[in-house]
């Protein structure tokens, strides 16, 4: 039997916890009477409103533009008037710059009608995924018609998509692919166009069987001469769903630190993001709502729900059931990467995947000790770094120092805090140490 792919170095093999939500279809969930839209979802310059308050607005209108630099326009998700511009609360920066619409609920809901793309070029598909305000869903929220983009110096020759999705609890991107397979897989081929070639791998973790049959039997359909189109079957790993981890799995080729895939010649796309590129380009639907998966003991019930972007945690929560006795901890995106908040009035943005509500039991309340030298961090870490010594010259106020160990080369997976039997808090000793050490040029 053939061997499912992996990376070589590294990981960890947290509890899956998907048996929750990995059998719930998508559902939408009905809009809330107000929705709140940070004006920054991408990483680059934040959008400036392009309405006033009391503006009246409609689905997928414009609401917000960037006018230099890197970024991506912004949409209404509903009709409505603009209530307010002012701030919300955000989950990392406490709080950032939104437009508040109010719902109104008497206007009729948009159709996008379906427009063929094949005799579009390179540049006006780009256009197209620009306009829309698509950016990498699945992650750091980078601007999608950038990435497409690759450096001149750096040919790229294969695209590979992501549906790892390695963290714990989240299914969303499992429930994309089986429900809409066809739309995931025509979203790869309007990529090969943009990147002007024509081989494409879809990386599935082996724990999703059913995503990676529907996968299949869509590339297939899709496939021809000048398009091929391979679903990969991947060990169950984390962080496989990583992009260094996720090439070195599927191509073999390891991407040089501090460099982008494209320096061995390939781009990485999340499935839920080839969705939205497929929305954008085939119905001219603009990336105003997305699926996330609401899961963990400490919610009336679990789902994997489609939902506008603006949307409260406190209107999921009442949507879902409210909250059950024992909720511990509230995290935005996974256990292992994701963040933790403390207010249920943070919107959904753009890269949000999940909303988990915790109880005692789920998480690890464990006081941290000293470092007993065991290893096993070094061992967990996939980028091969040696997170003991890292975290030993923070503690001794000589964060500045830490460039020698490649901090800037970890992207804060959690695999060393995970198995450290000490329960060192080493990705908050990283986090420190980037924030002191200088960034090699
Ligand atoms: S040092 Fe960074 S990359 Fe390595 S395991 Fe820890 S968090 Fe992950
Ligand atoms: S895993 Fe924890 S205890 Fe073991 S060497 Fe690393 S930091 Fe120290």
Request: net charge neutral.
């Amino acid at each position: 039997m053939k061997s499912l792919l992996t990376f070589p170095k590294g990981g960890a093999h947290p509890p899956e916890c998907k048996a929750q939500s990995q059998g719930l279809a998508i559902e939408i969930m009905p809009v809330p009477d107000e929705l709140e839209l940070i004006l920054g979802q991408h990483i680059g310059a934040p959008c400036s409103p392009t309405v006033a308050k009391r503006a009246e607005v409609g689905e997928g209108g414009l609401v917000g533009e960037v006018k230099k630099g890197l970024g991506v326009p912004l949409h209404a998700p509903v009709a409505g008037k603009v209530k307010d511009i002012g701030v919300s609360v955000h989950p990392i920066r406490v709080s950032a710059p939104s437009i508040t619409i109010s719902v109104d609920r008497e206007a009729p809901p948009v159709h996008y009608e379906k427009q063929s793309w094949q005799q579009l070029d390179s540049s006006e598909l780009l256009a197209k995924v620009h306009d829309a305000g698509v950016i990498g869903i699945g992650g750091a929220g980078f601007p999608t018609h950038v990435k497409l983009k690759p450096p001149s110096d750096s040919p790229v020759d294969t695209l590979i998509l992501n549906g790892a999705e390695c963290e714990p609890y989240i299914t969303a991107d499992h429930r994309v692919m089986l429900e809409s397979a066809a739309e995931v897989v025509e979203g790869a081929k309007i990529i090969l166009k943009i990147l002007g070639i024509s081989q494409c791998h879809i990386g599935i973790e082996n724990n999703k069987p059913d995503a990676i049959r529907e996968m299949k039997k869509a590339a297939e359909m899709a496939s021809g001469p000048d398009c091929i189109i391979k679903v990969e079957a991947l060990q169950v790993k984390y962080p496989q769903g990583s992009e260094k981890q996720l090439i070195q799995a599927v191509t073999g080729r390891k991407v040089p630190a501090m460099a982008l895939p494209s320096a061995v010649g390939v781009v990485v796309q999340n499935v839920s993001t080839a969705k939205a590129i497929h929305d954008a380009v085939v119905y001219g639907k603009p990336l105003y709502e997305k699926v996330i998966t609401v899961a963990g003991n400490g919610i009336g019930r679990a789902a994997n729900l489609q939902v506008k972007i603006g949307t409260k945690l406190k209107d999921i929560v009442e949507y879902l059931g409210g909250l059950k006795p024992g909720l511990a901890k509230i995290i935005l995106g996974g256990p292992m990467m994701g963040f933790a908040v403390s207010s249920l009035d943070v919107p959904v943005t753009k890269t949000t995947s999940a909303v988990l509500f915790l109880t005692e039991d789920e998480i690890d309340t464990r006081p941290h000790s000293q470092c007993i030298r065991c290893g096993w961090c070094l061992e967990a870490c996939p980028m091969g770094l040696e997170p003991k010594e890292i975290a030993i010259h923070v503690e001794a106020n000589r964060a500045e120092d830490t460039a020698q160990f490649g901090i800037f080369e970890c992207f804060e997976c959690g695999s060393c805090a995970y198995v450290c039997p000490a329960k060192r808090p080493l990705v908050q000793f990283v986090r420190l140490a980037k924030m002191k050490a200088k960034r090699p040029q």
